[in-house]
């Protein structure tokens, strides 16, 4: 396995997203000038532009430093009791999904169509409210295609709709430049979220640690052994679909000797694999997503149109996000050695491209058989991006918003004190 691991160090980390563009506010530049957006005209003038950037920007700003506060205030936890300090972190990464989630229903509200196969039934279903509801479990690998850097943020929002919720419980192996990012960096690091350096010599024993972390067992007061809940997100592509990635991924089929796709890049596996084999026994289900966005034209990619400003600020999110569920039995999945592995996610990643094709072709991805959702809801199910209750944003600040009110009263006793 070491072996297979040094051959294939060069190749792209098992999981990537790049976030400086989405989260840091860089600017991007749309690529495709000649080709109309499929979300349409822009929605907003000037004006409104401007007004939403620094909106934007006051609230998550605002929200990441009231994480960033809580994390910090929670920190001497670690010495004092691991599973409340773990807890306690899970707590602030529920705020970060909340801080997103609303920010995606104010700013960028889209649609998400939901289908799947039989292997997902009764697992997904609508709530009387207009929203759905997943019932995933709460130990799980979670792999899909990576399309456009907001992939991750769409399928954070999963583990808030997902019954136990589970968008506490999301960690994701990305590069390690991300970490240095301010605030943002160290608030991933508070998640315990794995860095890769690309260097197997450091990362094997790096992704070694925390998964022995992620695979823990715990005692309950009771005396009863328990593992924490995780939903560990892996892009086995390594980086979003791009004209630049396309072209590495057809050399690299050239290569290894394997048909090429046209819809996804060749998945690369040895990150996985030592996922899966170091997790083996704590972990039952692997399940994939299909991502696809409404009206990219055939040849076009997601990055070329869904950029932080037309999503967010110029009114033009995509008109639907659309997954595609299977599910996959670890002890079904060939991990007996790397080679069978690769052999493994590729024909997967071939039944994804076919997916794409089908999507593009049909505008829809396969509908959910009867047997694949709850009854009455088969085929196509339709939600959007939002909090279940408009105030749940406002859990964000409890931290801060305490550590205020206790700041205030010890100045007004010492104020108090001196007088």
């Known amino acids: 396995m070491a072996t297979e691991m040094r051959k294939r160090v060069t ?50 700003t605002a929200g990441c430093i009231a994480i960033s ?27 970060f999904g909340l801080l997103t989630t609303a920010m995606t229903q104010w700013w960028g509200p889209t649609t998400i169509r939901i289908s799947g196969d039989a292997s997902v039934a009764d697992q997904i279903r ?12 709460e130990r799980m690998v979670m792999i899909a ?25 999301l960690y994701i192996i990305l590069k390690e430049s991300l970490k240095y990012i301010p605030i943002i960096g160290p608030g991933m690091m508070f998640y315990g979220f ?11 024993p790096r992704m070694a640690h925390r998964l022995r972390k992620l695979k823990t067992q715990h005692t309950a007061p009771n005396g ?11 892009f086995p592509e390594g980086t979003n679909a791009s004209g630049n990635g396309r072209v590495k991924s057809a ?37 994939d997503c299909t991502v696809a966005y409404e009206g990219i034209p055939r040849g076009k990619f997601g990055e070329q149109f869904f950029t932080l400003s037309s999503t967010y600020f110029r009114g033009q999110p995509p008109k639907s996000v659309n997954f595609y569920w299977r ?45 694949a959702v709850t009854s009455g809801h088969e085929g196509h199910l339709e939600t959007e991006v939002r909090t279940k209750h408009w105030f749940e944003f406002l859990q964000i600040f409890v931290v801060v918003g305490i550590v205020g009110l206790l700041w205030n009263n010890v100045c007004k006793l010492l104020t108090w004190a001196k007088g």
């Open 224 to 234: 009863e052994k328990y593992l924490n809940p995780m939903w560990l997100l892996l």
């Open 327 to 371: 599910r996959f039995r670890v002890a079904d999945i060939p991990l007996e050695t790397a080679e069978q592995f690769d052999l493994w996610l590729r024909d997967r990643w071939y039944e994804k491209d076919a997916l794409m094709e089908q999507y593009i072709t049909t505008g829809r991805f396969p509908p959910s058989p009867a047997e």
């Open 69 to 95: 506060i809580s994390q910090f205030v929670g920190a001497p936890l670690y010495w004092i009791n691991r599973d409340l300090y773990y807890a306690y972190m899970a707590l602030t990464k529920q705020s």
């Open 11 to 60: 190749e792209p980390a098992p999981s990537d997203i790049p976030a400086p563009e989405m989260l840091a506010g860089a600017s991007l530049t749309d690529k495709s000038k000649n080709v109309p957006h499929p979300s349409g005209k822009e929605k907003h003038g000037q004006l409104i532009q401007v007004f939403r950037v620094v909106s934007f920007a006051v609230y998550f």
């Open 251 to 287: 050399k690299w089929a050239e290569k290894i000797g394997v048909k090429d796709m046209e819809h996804m890049l060749l998945p690369r596996s040895t990150g996985m694999y030592f996922c899966l084999t170091e997790l083996k026994g704590t972990v039952d289900y692997v399940y």
């Open 145 to 169: 295609n990576h399309q456009i850097y907001t992939d991750w943020l769409y399928l954070w929002w999963v583990g808030y709709a997902n019954s136990p919720k589970m968008h506490g419980y």
């Open 126 to 137: 609508k709530t009387p409210d207009g929203m759905v509801e997943f019932a995933f479990p």
């Open 194 to 204: 794995i860095f890769m350096s690309r260097k197997m010599a450091v990362d094997q």
